[in-house]
Every structure is written in structure tokens, then in C-alpha cells.
């Protein structure tokens, strides 16, 4: 089992800045990627990035390039998500998740954090 916790969330201004962290705990050895995803109200669940954790290698979704970056540190278990240039249409539920080896999806998830963008 992975237990994951996210904190950092919380209300900004337009163009503002917010860092979200995401702490894993158990079976941390497992974990093969790690990624943030988002809900807004009355919308599905939505990738916003994720970060392969021997790697490093990173992905985006293009509504968040150049604006988010996602970093890790794996002696601390921990994923980050830098949140710069920040819009009213970012504003959801910030959710962590971990994929673990062997897996085809995220297995893991956190039980999310909000961000609300004030225009």
C-alpha cells in the first residue's frame, strides 16, 4: 500500500503563484511514477502532469506548459507542483497519484487539495 497527502493548496490572486507538495508513505520502494491530476466543478478529472521517479523524465498537459513545473525528491518522497501564472480556469480539487510497477494506470491517490484562482 501507498498513502499519499497533499498539501499547499489555498486561494490566489490571478497571475499569482502556489506550490502544492505531495508526500508518499509505505510501499514507497513500488512506486514507479507519480503525477498530479485536477477536477473542477461540474468537469471530469484531468491529467496536469507527472514525473517518472528514476528518470526525472516529465510530462505536461499543454493547458499547464510553461506555467507548471512538477519536481521530485526521492529521499524525501515527495512530489511537488510549481504553479506560476496562475488563471481563474486552474481553480479545482488538486489531486496526487501514484503509479506503481507493473501497473497500466495510477493506483494510488491522494485525497486532494484545493486551488481556487480569483480573477
Known amino acids: 500500500q501507498v498513502q499519499l497527502v497533499e498539501s499547499g493548496g489555498g486561494l490566489v490572486q490571478a497571475g499569482g503563484s502556489l506550490r502544492l507538495s505531495c508526500a508518499a508513505s509505505?510501499?514507497?520502494?513500488?512506486?514507479?511514477?507519480m503525477g498530479w491530476f485536477r477536477q473542477a466543478p461540474g468537469k471530469e478529472r484531468e491529467f496536469v502532469a507527472a514525473?517518472?521517479?528514476?528518470?526525472?523524465?516529465?510530462s505536461y498537459a499543454d493547458s499547464v506548459k510553461g506555467r507548471f513545473t512538477i519536481s521530485r525528491n526521492n529521499a524525501k518522497n515527495t512530489v511537488d507542483l510549481q504553479m506560476n501564472s496562475l488563471k481563474p480556469g486552474d481553480t479545482a480539487v488538486y489531486y496526487c497519484?501514484?503509479?506503481?510497477?507493473?501497473?497500466?494506470?495510477?493506483?494510488?491517490w491522494g485525497q486532494g487539495t484545493q486551488v481556487t484562482v480569483s480573477s
Open positions: 497519484a501514484a503509479k506503481t510497477m507493473g501497473a497500466y494506470e495510477y493506483d494510488y
Open positions: 509505505g510501499r514507497t520502494f513500488s512506486i514507479a511514477a
Open positions: 514525473i517518472n521517479r528514476n528518470s526525472g523524465r516529465t
